[in-house]
């Protein structure tokens, strides 16, 4: 049989990274690209699809397709006496990785611990499919799963929707999608963790504290939004240095998304404030939709802000999108909206989906998860 060069050095580098952590991928992916084999992007994928555990004593595991977005349903085994809680999960990995094979392993701790029944959502990702692909198909997977919640043994009135980073902001946009207006039930709760909910300006504390931080560079944060947005990062740059939206526009999301915002505490780790800048029509004109709040949730007005669920968020101190966590947990706060947050003084971008990774997990991680299992026993 012949087996081409591509495919042997992609098995090579495969049994190189063995039990490495994910972040050696990307740099392998890097090499590859670099030399012509295949793109960064490819190669981080085939890795991350690679590892799918066993079948689960406890588990019933089924894969399906809600309309023509593909779901993986976790169910508890044992008998309930009562309907059980829904969540629906979308995946992190920047809406350009992940897949439900990378978040397996988590879906299945909290189906099994919560005792709820997880549907994880495989959306499209980007650059091949832009915004708004990834939050249309989490929100079609979750109103097509409301629709038909008897199948699945789960209470209407008891549906959560939930996601890490990139799935945080998408759990966060569906979220108030479906507050806005809607013939259906409303959530019960949202849970975000470690999210992404906001474009505006990537020179908050937490993105100068933390640029260099695995497992998320700020440079690779504004480089994913560019690649959920346009397909590409052409103007990475502007974004990076806040050139690409006018200051009058800017002066008007300061409310919501502005250091003044955030507890002078997280800003004691070396902040300097950072000098607003304008910029052109042309730049503006490709980028003028991270100001809706289906790509950047943090900037929705407080009409719908006030309708939102119970929630919980998660942040991580050695995170750049711990910011954007506490600007948003005071949103709603100020909007009346019950919030429990919980904040890993030790954790960093990705800990959670670290889960058991390769046999072991961070202690914070853990702490972590059990917070968001802890939470959803509480409703």
């Given at each position: 049989?012949?087996?081409?060069?591509?495919?042997?050095?992609?098995?090579?580098?495969?049994?190189?990274?063995?039990?490495?952590?994910?972040?050696?991928?990307?740099?392998?992916g890097?090499?590859?690209?670099?030399?012509?084999?295949?793109?960064?992007?490819?190669?981080?994928r085939?890795?991350?699809?690679r590892?799918t555990?066993?079948?689960?004593?406890?588990?019933?595991?089924?894969?399906?397709?809600?309309?023509?977005?593909?779901?993986?349903?976790y169910q508890?085994?044992?008998?309930?006496?009562?309907?059980?809680?829904?969540?629906?999960?979308?995946?992190?990995?920047g809406?350009?990785?992940?897949?439900?094979e990378t978040?397996?392993?988590?879906?299945r701790?909290?189906?099994?611990?919560?005792?709820?029944?997880?549907?994880?959502?495989?959306?499209?990702?980007?650059?091949?499919?832009k915004?708004?692909?990834?939050?249309?198909d989490?929100?079609?997977?979750?109103?097509?799963?409301?629709?038909?919640i008897?199948?699945?043994?789960?209470?209407?009135?008891?549906?959560?929707v939930?996601?890490?980073?990139?799935?945080?902001n998408?759990?966060?946009?569906?979220?108030?999608?479906?507050?806005?207006?809607?013939?259906?039930?409303?959530?019960?709760?949202?849970?975000?963790?470690?999210?992404?909910?906001?474009?505006?300006?990537?020179?908050?504390?937490?993105?100068?504290?933390?640029?260099?931080?695995?497992?998320?560079?700020?440079e690779?944060a504004?480089?994913?939004?560019?690649q959920?947005?346009?397909?590409?990062?052409t103007?990475?740059?502007?974004?990076?240095?806040?050139?690409?939206?006018?200051?009058?526009?800017?002066?008007?999301h300061?409310?919501w998304?502005?250091?003044?915002?955030?507890?002078?505490?997280?800003?004691a780790?070396?902040y300097k404030?950072?000098?607003?800048?304008?910029?052109?029509?042309?730049?503006?004109?490709k980028?003028?939709?991270?100001?809706?709040?289906?790509?950047?949730?943090?900037?929705?007005e407080?009409?719908?802000?006030q309708?939102?669920?119970?929630?919980?968020?998660?942040?991580c101190?050695?995170?750049?999108?711990?910011?954007?966590?506490?600007?948003?947990?005071?949103?709603l706060?100020?909007?009346?909206?019950r919030?429990?947050?919980?904040h890993?003084?030790?954790?960093?971008?990705?800990?959670?989906?670290?889960?058991?990774?390769?046999?072991?997990?961070?202690?914070?991680?853990?702490r972590?998860l059990?917070?968001?299992?802890?939470?959803?026993?509480?409703?």
């Amino acid at each position: 049989m012949k087996i081409s060069t591509r495919t042997i050095i992609f098995r090579c580098f495969h049994i190189f990274s063995g039990e490495l952590p994910i972040l050696f991928s990307f740099e392998q992916g890097k090499i590859l690209e670099n030399i012509g084999i295949c793109s960064q992007v490819d190669f981080v994928r085939y890795i991350q699809g690679r590892k799918t555990p066993g079948v689960d004593p406890k588990l019933f595991i089924k894969d399906l397709w809600f309309e023509k977005v593909p779901v993986r349903i976790y169910q508890p085994k044992a008998p309930s006496a009562s309907q059980r809680r829904g969540v629906m999960f979308f995946h992190g990995g920047g809406w350009v990785f992940g897949s439900l094979e990378t978040h397996e392993k988590l879906c299945r701790f909290i189906a099994r611990e919560s005792e709820s029944v997880v549907v994880s959502v495989g959306y499209r990702l980007a650059p091949e499919h832009k915004y708004p692909a990834a939050y249309e198909d989490c929100l079609n997977a979750t109103i097509h799963f409301m629709k038909n919640i008897e199948h699945y043994g789960v209470d209407p009135a008891n549906v959560i929707v939930c996601g890490d980073s990139a799935g945080g902001n998408l759990a966060a946009a569906v979220s108030q999608t479906l507050a806005g207006g809607s013939d259906l039930p409303k959530l019960r709760a949202q849970i975000l963790i470690y999210p992404g909910l906001q474009a505006v300006d990537f020179n908050l504390p937490s993105y100068q504290q933390n640029h260099r931080v695995p497992l998320l560079f700020r440079e690779r944060a504004a480089f994913y939004v560019l690649q959920y947005l346009n397909g590409n990062a052409t103007n990475l740059e502007e974004v990076l240095e806040g050139s690409h939206i006018p200051i009058d526009i800017k002066l008007n999301h300061r409310k919501w998304v502005s250091p003044d915002n955030i507890p002078e505490k997280f800003k004691a780790r070396g902040y300097k404030p950072h000098v607003l800048l304008d910029c052109t029509n042309e730049v503006f004109e490709k980028v003028k939709r991270l100001c809706e709040p289906n790509l950047c949730p943090l900037l929705v007005e407080d009409a719908i802000v006030q309708q939102l669920p119970e929630s919980f968020i998660l942040t991580c101190e050695y995170d750049v999108l711990r910011d954007d966590g506490l600007l948003y947990k005071k949103r709603l706060e100020d909007n009346g909206v019950r919030v429990t947050w919980y904040h890993l003084e030790d954790g960093f971008h990705g800990i959670i989906s670290l889960y058991d990774y390769c046999g072991f997990s961070f202690p914070a991680g853990k702490r972590g998860l059990d917070s968001v299992v802890n939470f959803l026993k509480s409703l």
